[in-house]
């Protein structure tokens, strides 16, 4: 899959087809157990997020979903663009660390990490990055 392209400007608001097309992609992220359905949940979240650049569910199922997959830099590209939530779930926070640090950026992963622990449920996996 090629890198996303820059976000578009100027669409910031989804419509009710978008909404509906986003829980559907959840609904379906649920279920995904294999790679390749990751993948091919990707190539269809992605055209969306592009057209809403703003809209942080989008942005953050699609980074989700790539963190999954294990796509590192599409993970940064798309948490990053999410941006600061107060009500954003900490396991997102650590999926941007996680993937910065698996993109060679250890201060950034480091940096992203560090005030999202006293949130996060910590684990044996979490405590090993």
Same mark, same amino acid.
Request: charged share 25%.
């Given at each position: 899959?090629?890198?996303?392209?820059?976000?578009?400007?100027?669409?910031?608001?989804?419509? #009710? =087809?978008?909404?509906? %097309?986003?829980?559907?992609?959840?609904? /379906?992220? $649920?279920?995904?157990?294999?790679?390749?359905? &990751? *993948?091919?949940?990707?190539?269809?979240?992605?055209?969306?997020?592009?057209?809403?650049?703003?809209?942080? #569910? =989008?942005?953050?199922? %699609?980074?989700?979903?790539?963190?999954? /997959?294990? $796509?590192?830099?599409?993970?940064?590209?798309? &948490? *990053?663009?999410?941006?600061?939530?107060?009500?954003?779930?900490?396991?997102?926070?650590?999926?941007?660390?996680?993937?910065?640090?698996?993109?060679?950026?250890?201060?950034?992963?480091?940096?992203?990490?560090?005030?999202?622990?006293?949130? &996060?449920?910590?684990?044996?996996?979490?405590?090993?990055?």
């Amino acid at each position: 899959m090629p890198p996303p392209a820059p976000a578009s400007p100027g669409v910031t608001t989804p419509v #009710p =087809a978008d909404v509906e %097309a986003l829980q559907a992609y959840r609904a /379906a992220f $649920r279920a995904a157990t294999r790679i390749g359905e &990751l *993948e091919g949940l990707l190539r269809q979240v992605v055209p969306l997020a592009e057209r809403l650049p703003s809209y942080g #569910p =989008a942005q953050e199922l %699609a980074g989700e979903v790539a963190y999954r /997959a294990s $796509r590192w830099q599409d993970a940064v590209t798309y &948490l *990053e663009r999410a941006g600061p939530s107060p009500d954003r779930r900490p396991e997102l926070v650590f999926y941007l660390a996680v993937s910065r640090f698996e993109s060679g950026d250890v201060a950034g992963a480091r940096d992203t990490l560090r005030p999202a622990l006293a949130r &996060l449920a910590r684990s044996p996996f979490v405590d090993g990055y």
